[in-house]
């Protein structure tokens, strides 16, 4: 202790279990040096503590002896960052403090950039880093102040309520209200109703006078989501409320007028509906002033890291788990998967996650669900021919599943779904080695 003072090190001292528990918990330490078996201390139990309270924290465990080296190794296994045996090397300590904090010195660098990609990638609560929500987002910046409509087109998903959201967010009009109805929803008869109200008495049960979602959003915006699948008896009116702002209520004979801004959305083929009388041409006209498309989530591999990361810190808080992050080989299977639900599934799988999962510190790829975690993966090496044998088969079907991961054992072995004992054994019996090692 007194050689550490004398390096320049604070020093805070615990001679009985209890004593260092409280420590751990009162001061965030950079650093612990641990005696593994001591009559007052179980040094592994302190270290484990420890490493909860600060993952990157540089702990050293001591040995008595040779008869410790065992339990040494399991503490390296826990995550100490070194292991020695008594009598102590005290030049190496200082070194491997001032090693081990410079590293935590660069985790808090890397979390402090990571957090400034967020912020400058970040855009109304949407956060992606493509060059396709890229330009989205200079759109958005582009229509927002214009009374314009805009008609945001995409697959179901990829986020097209919160392109909508945004653009009201940068609008004159965000002091008013975003009103938004999923018009896909809602059955035919009750979309009328929906969007323009009734009056008392308009039909059996309307006991009082309602708003519909256009009076709701006098001098806002209104989000029509889905808009293909408003019926054609209902497009003509809602023609012309765009075109002049009037409407009746459903049952009423008065005219009423609201200031809207309207954003429409859909994930069909407006233009196609207009070709087969599924859709008024001169509504599409009107809607189809700005386009602004979403692409799926497969196009935009780039963006899932930082969603992922995003998703894993709201779902972690919101169900109190202690989850930090994800590992890099789960994260590689997220990006592989085609995600046909995009954003949202992506979303959803993420959830379920964080709440199944059974520990605290990262997701792993046994975490991800067996559809995702299964998929087929196709490598461009493969070229099975017809009359070979299953053993030539097998060959280069591991030969090119080692060579696609870089020879990482691991993610071979979960690709192609077998043990890594099993795959150590076909790689001797193919005679199989990495490139550097021949």
Same mark, same amino acid.
């Given at each position: %202790?007194?050689?550490?003072?004398? $390096?320049?090190?604070?020093?805070?001292?615990? &001679?009985?279990?209890?004593?260092?528990?409280?420590?751990?918990?009162?001061?965030?330490?950079? =650093?612990?040096?641990?005696?593994?078996?001591?009559?007052?201390?179980?040094?592994?139990?302190?270290?484990?503590? =420890?490493?909860?309270?600060?993952?990157?924290?540089?702990?050293? =465990?001591?040995?008595?002896? /040779?008869?410790?080296?065992?339990?040494?190794?399991?503490?390296?296994?826990?995550?100490?960052?070194?292991?020695?045996?008594?009598?102590?090397?005290?030049?190496?300590?200082?070194?491997?403090?001032?090693?081990?904090?410079?590293?935590? @010195?660069?985790?808090? @660098?890397?979390?402090?950039?990571?957090?400034?990609?967020?912020?400058?990638?970040?855009?109304?609560?949407? !956060?992606?880093?493509?060059?396709?929500?890229?330009?989205?987002?200079?759109?958005?910046?582009?229509?927002?102040?214009?009374?314009?409509?805009?008609?945001?087109?995409?697959?179901?998903?990829?986020?097209?309520?919160?392109?909508?959201?945004?653009?009201? $967010?940068?609008?004159?009009?965000?002091?008013? =209200?975003?009103?938004?109805? &999923?018009?896909?929803?809602?059955?035919?008869?009750?979309?009328?109703?929906?969007?323009?109200?009734?009056?008392?008495?308009?039909?059996?049960? !309307?006991?009082?006078?309602?708003?519909?979602?256009?009076?709701?959003?006098?001098?806002?915006?209104?989000?029509?989501? @889905?808009?293909?699948?408003? /019926?054609? /008896?209902? $497009?003509?009116?809602?023609?012309?409320?765009?075109?002049?702002?009037?409407?009746?209520?459903?049952?009423?004979?008065? *005219?009423?007028?609201?200031?809207?801004?309207?954003?429409?959305? *859909?994930?069909?083929?407006?233009?196609?509906?207009?070709?087969?009388?599924?859709?008024?041409?001169?509504?599409?006209?009107?809607?189809?002033?700005?386009?602004?498309?979403?692409?799926?989530?497969?196009?935009?591999?780039?963006?899932? /890291?930082?969603?992922?990361?995003?998703?894993?810190?709201?779902?972690?808080?919101?169900?109190?788990?202690?989850?930090?992050?994800?590992?890099?080989?789960?994260?590689?299977?997220?990006?592989?998967?085609?995600?046909?639900?995009?954003?949202?599934?992506?979303? &959803?799988?993420?959830?379920? %996650?964080?709440?199944?999962?059974?520990?605290?510190?990262?997701? @792993?790829?046994?975490?991800?669900?067996?559809?995702?975690?299964?998929?087929?993966?196709?490598?461009?090496?493969?070229?099975?021919?017809?009359?070979?044998?299953?053993?030539?088969?097998?060959?280069?079907?591991?030969?090119?599943?080692?060579?696609?991961?870089?020879?990482?054992?691991?993610?071979?072995?979960?690709?192609?779904?077998?043990?890594?004992?099993?795959?150590?054994?076909?790689?001797?019996?193919?005679?199989?080695?990495?490139?550097?090692?021949?």
């Amino acid at each position: %202790m007194f050689y550490l003072e004398q $390096q320049a090190f604070e020093v805070l001292y615990a &001679n009985e279990a209890q004593s260092a528990y409280d420590i751990i918990d009162a001061d965030p330490v950079d =650093a612990l040096i641990c005696a593994l078996r001591e009559k007052r201390i179980e040094g592994l139990r302190v270290l484990q503590l =420890a490493l909860k309270r600060n993952a990157a924290l540089c702990a050293i =465990a001591i040995a008595a002896g /040779p008869e410790d080296i065992e339990l040494g190794v399991e503490a390296m296994r826990q995550g100490a960052y070194d292991f020695q045996l008594q009598p102590l090397n005290l030049a190496k300590i200082r070194a491997v403090l001032e090693r081990g904090i410079r590293y935590q @010195e660069l985790v808090g @660098e890397v979390s402090d950039l990571q957090r400034r990609l967020d912020e400058r990638y970040r855009f109304d609560g949407i !956060a992606r880093r493509s060059s396709a929500w890229q330009r989205i987002y200079r759109q958005i910046e582009q229509v927002a102040e214009s009374r314009t409509s805009v008609l945001i087109l995409g697959e179901t998903g990829t986020g097209k309520g919160e392109v909508a959201k945004a653009i009201h $967010q940068r609008s004159r009009r965000r002091e008013n =209200a975003f009103v938004e109805i &999923n018009c896909g929803a809602l059955p035919e008869s009750l979309v009328e109703n929906e969007l323009f109200g009734h009056d008392k008495g308009a039909y059996t049960g !309307a006991s009082a006078a309602r708003k519909g979602r256009f009076e709701l959003a006098d001098q806002g915006t209104l989000f029509l989501d @889905e808009i293909g699948d408003i /019926p054609l /008896p209902t $497009q003509v009116k809602l023609l012309r409320v765009i075109q002049d702002g009037r409407f009746e209520r459903v049952g009423g004979a008065h *005219t009423h007028r609201a200031d809207v801004r309207l954003i429409a959305a *859909t994930h069909r083929d407006l233009e196609t509906m207009v070709r087969d009388g599924g859709f008024r041409a001169d509504l599409f006209y009107r809607l189809n002033v700005i386009k602004v498309e979403v692409p799926p989530l497969r196009e935009c591999r780039e963006d899932i /890291p930082i969603l992922v990361d995003e998703f894993i810190r709201e779902f972690a808080a919101d169900n109190s788990k202690r989850i930090e992050g994800i590992s890099p080989r789960a994260l590689d299977v997220l990006r592989d998967y085609e995600w046909p639900g995009n954003v949202r599934e992506l979303k &959803n799988c993420i959830e379920g %996650m964080v709440v199944m999962c059974p520990r605290e510190g990262m997701l @792993e790829v046994g975490d991800i669900p067996r559809y995702i975690n299964r998929q087929e993966r196709v490598f461009a090496g493969l070229d099975f021919r017809v009359g070979q044998s299953m053993e030539e088969i097998e060959h280069m079907a591991i030969a090119e599943t080692l060579k696609a991961v870089g020879f990482d054992r691991r993610r071979a072995a979960e690709i192609l779904q077998i043990g890594l004992s099993t795959l150590y054994r076909k790689e001797k019996q193919y005679g199989l080695r990495p490139p550097h090692s021949r």
